[in-house]
C-alpha cells in the first residue's frame, strides 16, 4: 500500500465511524451563560467535544453538542441525561439527548454559498431555490440572514453540487420568482482581499454622463436614443460615442463644472466604496464616459483606479472629439485585467459591477460579473444580477453582513 492510500489516524479522543456519540440539545429564551453552563454540566463526565453549532432567532437560542459517549456502564449515560435535563429544566430551557455512531456525515464534493436577495423574500420563492439546489444533487448545510434591509438577504451553504451548474439552474430560477441569486464557489479566496471595479454611468451613478453634457447643448433627446441603442447592444460603441461628442462641440469649457455639480451617486455607492475600503478591497471604475467626470468621483470617493475617455478642451471650448485610448467594450476588459496586474490581485478575486452591453467583456472576465439594474440581455450573460435600486447590496454577493456594514459606517478613517 503506498503512502498516499493511508488514511491518517484520528485526533486524540475523536470517535471513529461506529464509535457511541450523544447529540445534546438545547431550547429556550437565550440569556448569558446558556453555552457556558452546559459544557461545565458535560465536563463533569469527561466527554470529547466533536461538533458544536448554535443559532439565535429571535431571542430563541437552539445549541446543539455533538460529543463522545460517557464510557462504563449504561447507568452513566443515564446520569449524564438526568444531569443535564436538571440543569435545562432549572433555567426553564428544553434538553433533548439522542444516541447515535460516529460523527457528521462528511459533506459531499463541490461547495458553494448561495446567497439571495428579496425585497421581500417570499416563502414560496424559498422554497422554489431550496427545491432547485436539492435537483442539482446539493444538499443545504447551513443557513443564515446577512441582512434584513435594505433588502432581505439569506446565505445558503451547499455541499454536493458543483458551482456552474448549480449557478445554471438558480439563474432560471431566480428570474422566474423575481428574486436575485448569486451562487459562487466556497474557499479562503472568498473573503481574501480583493478588487472590485465598477462601470460609472448607471451604475456608480443614476446618470449618463454624455446626456448631462448634452442638456447644456441643447441636443438631450439625440444623445439620449443613440445612448440607449449602444447599452442594448445595437450600435458600436465606439461610433456612437464619437456621434454623441460630436454634438457638444463648442460647449464652453466651465460647463464641466456645471455637469459635476449634477452628477448623482446611486443610493448605496458611498456605502458600498467606503466598506469595501475600510475591508481592504481595493475599487476602481471605468467608464465610456469621461475623465471630467471620474476624475472627481476618484477624489471624492477614494478611488483607487479610475479611467474615461477624455473630452477634448481647446482654447476654453470642447471640440467635440475624445483625446487618448477609447474605453469601451473591449477596454473596460483591458483596465481590468491592468488594475487587477498593479493590484496583485489574481483576475479569478476580481468583481465587475456594470449594467450596459459594454460591460459584457469586464463582466465575463472578472471572477464574478454582477449586472446591476441591467439590460436583459447584460442579466443573461452575467455571473449573477442584482434588480434593487441599492448599490451596497452587491455586498452581501460577496459574504459581507449588514453589521460588517454598519461597524465599517462607524469605524473611524485611519
Known amino acids: 500500500m503506498s503512502a498516499t492510500e493511508i488514511s491518517p489516524p484520528l485526533p486524540p479522543g475523536m470517535p471513529g465511524e461506529d464509535a457511541p456519540t450523544l447529540l445534546v440539545k438545547i431550547f429556550g ?18 466527554l470529547t467535544v466533536v461538533d458544536i453549532e448554535q443559532v439565535v432567532t429571535r431571542g430563541r437560542i437552539t445549541l446543539c453538542a455533538l460529543v463522545t459517549a460517557p464510557e462504563g456502564e449504561a447507568a452513566t449515560e443515564g446520569a449524564l441525561r438526568a444531569t443535564v435535563h436538571g440543569w435545562a429544566d432549572a433555567l426553564k430551557l428544553q434538553a433533548e439527548i439522542i444516541s447515535g455512531r460516529g460523527d457528521n456525515r462528511p459533506r459531499g464534493v463541490g461547495r458553494s454559498h448561495v446567497t439571495v436577495l428579496g425585497q421581500p423574500l417570499s416563502a414560496r420563492s424559498t422554497a422554489a431555490i431550496a427545491a432547485r439546489i436539492a435537483e442539482t444533487g446539493g444538499n443545504i448545510d447551513r443557513v443564515f440572514r446577512l441582512a434584513k434591509y435594505p433588502v432581505t438577504a439569506v446565505e445558503f451553504d451547499v455541499s454536493g453540487a458543483h ?26 479566496q472568498r473573503r481574501a482581499q480583493r478588487l472590485v471595479v465598477m462601470d460609472v454611468d448607471s451604475t456608480l451613478i443614476q446618470d449618463e454622463v454624455i446626456e448631462l453634457f ?13 445612448t440607449a441603442a449602444a447599452m442594448r447592444g445595437e450600435l458600436d460603441f465606439e461610433q456612437s460615442l464619437h456621434a454623441r461628442v460630436a454634438l457638444l462641440a463648442g460647449l464652453d469649457a466651465s460647463v464641466v463644472e456645471k455637469v459635476r455639480a ?16 475600510r475591508l481592504g478591497y481595493q475599487v476602481g471604475v471605468v467608464s465610456g464616459g469621461f475623465t471630467q467626470v471620474t476624475d472627481e468621483l476618484r477624489e471624492q470617493l477614494g478611488l483607487d483606479f479610475a479611467s474615461a475617455n477624455t473630452l477634448e478642451i481647446v482654447d476654453g471650448r470642447l471640440t467635440g472629439k475624445v483625446t487618448g485610448e477609447i474605453v469601451d467594450r473591449a477596454g473596460k476588459a483591458r483596465l481590468l485585467r491592468r488594475f ?3 493590484a496583485g490581485v489574481p483576475l479569478s478575486q476580481t468583481v465587475a459591477i456594470g449594467d450596459g452591453a459594454n460591460d459584457l467583456d469586464m463582466l465575463n472576465a472578472a471572477g464574478l460579473g454582477v449586472a446591476f439594474n441591467a439590460k436583459p440581455v447584460v442579466q443573461e450573460a452575467a455571473h449573477t444580477a442584482v434588480n434593487v435600486p441599492f448599490l451596497d447590496t452587491v455586498l452581501y454577493l460577496l459574504g459581507i453582513t449588514r453589521e460588517e456594514v454598519e461597524a465599517a459606517e462607524t469605524a473611524s478613517p485611519e
Open 262 to 277: 449634477q452628477v448623482r451617486l446611486t443610493p448605496g455607492a458611498r456605502t458600498l466604496v467606503r466598506t469595501l475600503k
Open 214 to 226: 448634452a442638456g447644456h447643448a441643447g441636443c438631450a433627446g439625440e444623445v439620449a436614443e443613440v
Open 163 to 188: 458551482t456552474e451548474p448549480l449557478r445554471t439552474a438558480l439563474a432560471t430560477e431566480s428570474a422566474a420568482l423575481g428574486v436575485d441569486v448569486a451562487v459562487v464557489a466556497s474557499g479562503l
Open 340 to 342: 487587477a496586474e498593479e
Open 29 to 46: 429564551k437565550d440569556r448569558p451563560g446558556i453555552t457556558a453552563g452546559l459544557f461545565d454540566t458535560l465536563a463533569a463526565y469527561d
